[in-house]
């Protein structure tokens, strides 16, 4: 897999480092070994290098909640870890996508976590588990991911004397998002704990919008020198080419893929898709996404199936085949009230599809308002049907934001760019240098 401008080289007994591949032509493994650089290490080689020279190819350990989220989140970047030489370790919740982790070629580490655990003696439990995993695999680098993974795996890497760690906020949450007066005591228990936790020397952090790196530095959370700004895990761009929108002489279909929770804005579209019936407007609400129990803030399926009968929204579950969603829905709508950088709506802009999104922290980052899509008001279902109605009835205003939509993707979030920003910020951290420094 192509990285940009940075390819693995010179992997010595003692340290493997990263340069750019300008002027480079060859990459040296084990015993002065040369190997093209133009090509990946082909997988049996990897382990064949691992075996003879353990120690020598550096190793990664991804802590992630869920392992669904790896793979809908992180699998390229894991991929392109694989591939570069690396040993790979996922450390996460194994649910029903452990075999498919491993058929990657990827080490599988089950953790005890649970994203809705709140009993003390629970969570003690799954920072321990973490350390022992450390203890196991000795990672050169351990990348978290998440609110919850940041904070055990850096508890962790503290017991363990991990030195290396890449704390990624993608999005920071319901505890930055709800507004109950537990849930406010709770947001200054964690900045409290973070700005312990992620100003230690070796610890990168990376966000993935403006409004969080601001919040950040605003609260003494991250050091400015060791905070990193990657807008998402990137979209695939060959994969979900931008196709010719649906016909016009059909209800125009709205399709919010998320999990269905209730800071997604799901309440508020299906409100919205009320009154736009009542104005006489031929539309449909596609609601496309898994339940999610574990979260707080998540509807059950007799609310869906609630929704479904008064003819409001029609849930479709979880869908893999993403492309098609979009090969037959106009518009993309994620009435969100906050997001890291949301990568149902970069894929809607791949296929070319016009976006209403609130104007919240990181769903304003995916468009500009009025040019690829409509910003609208959080938690307010009028101005929502507002806009639904402005792109219903008007084709051409839709052809032109979704043409603009699919030229930002390819401008700001294809794969291979937010691939070739961790590879630049992981060599630094092998080197011992630049924003992993102390």
């Known amino acids: 897999m192509p990285f940009g401008r940075t390819t693995p080289v010179a992997i010595s007994a003692a340290r493997c480092t990263y340069i ?20 990946a290490l082909p997988f049996p080689l990897q382990k064949a290098a691992t075996a003879l020279f353990p120690g020598i190819m550096p190793k990664i350990m991804f802590f992630i909640t869920e392992d669904w989220a790896f793979l809908s989140h992180r699998l390229v970047l894991g991929q392109a870890c694989r591939d570069a030489g690396w040993e790979v370790v996922i450390a996460t919740n194994v649910t029903d996508h452990g075999p498919e982790i491993q058929r990657h070629g990827f ?38 991911v998440a609110l ?24 920071m949450g319901y505890a930055f998002t709800g507004t ?3 849930v406010r005591a709770l947001r200054s228990l964690l900045v409290a704990g973070l700005r312990l936790l992620l100003r230690r020397p070796g610890n990168q952090v990376i ?51 998320a999990r269905m929770l209730a800071d997604k804005g799901i309440a508020e579209a299906v409100e ?17 996404g898994k339940l999610d129990p574990h979260n707080p803030s998540a509807f059950s399926e007799s609310q869906l199936r609630a929704w479904e009968a008064e003819s409001a929204a ?10 098609e969603i979009w090969r037959q829905a106009h518009v993309a709508l994620l009435p969100s009230y906050r997001e890291g950088m949301p990568k149902a709506l970069l894929e809607a802009a791949a296929c070319g599809r016009p976006i209403i999104t609130t104007d919240v922290i990181g769903c304003r980052e995916v468009i500009e308002d009025g040019i690829e899509g409509i910003l609208v008001p959080a938690r307010e279902s009028e101005g929502l049907a507002n806009a639904m109605q402005r792109l219903a009835e008007d084709q051409s205003l839709r052809l032109t934001m979704g043409r603009a939509a699919r030229l930002r993707a390819e401008r700001h979030f294809g794969e291979e760019r937010v691939v070739a920003q961790h590879f630049e910020l992981y060599r630094r951290c092998l080197e011992g240098s630049g924003p992993c420094a102390a």
């Open 314 to 323: 029609e849930w479709l579950g979880h869908r893999e085949d993403i492309a």
């Open 107 to 144: 080490t599988l580490q089950p953790l005890p976590l649970n994203r809705r655990g709140a009993n003390p003696f629970g969570e003690l439990r799954t920072v321990l588990a973490v350390a022992a995993a450390l203890r196991r695999h000795r990672p050169d680098i351990l990348h978290c």
């Open 148 to 171: 919850k993974p940041v904070l055990y795996g850096n508890l962790a890497a503290i017991c363990c004397g991990q030195r290396r760690t890449v704390s990624a906020l993608a999005g």
């Open 180 to 182: 109950s007066p537990k």
């Open 20 to 39: 750019s591949s300008v002027g480079r032509r060859l990459l040296l493994v084990g015993a002065k070994r040369l190997v093209p650089t133009g090509c």
């Open 207 to 257: 966000v993935q919008n403006d409004d969080d790196r601001a919040l950040l530095l605003r609260h003494g959370i991250a050091v400015e020198r060791r905070l990193t700004l990657i807008r998402g895990s990137g979209v695939d761009l060959a994969a979900l080419p931008a196709t010719p929108p649906p016909p016009a002489n059909q209800p125009i279909i709205f399709a919010l893929v």
């Open 272 to 288: 919205a898709m009320r009154q736009l019936h009542r104005r006489g407007v031929a539309c449909r609400l596609w609601l496309v």
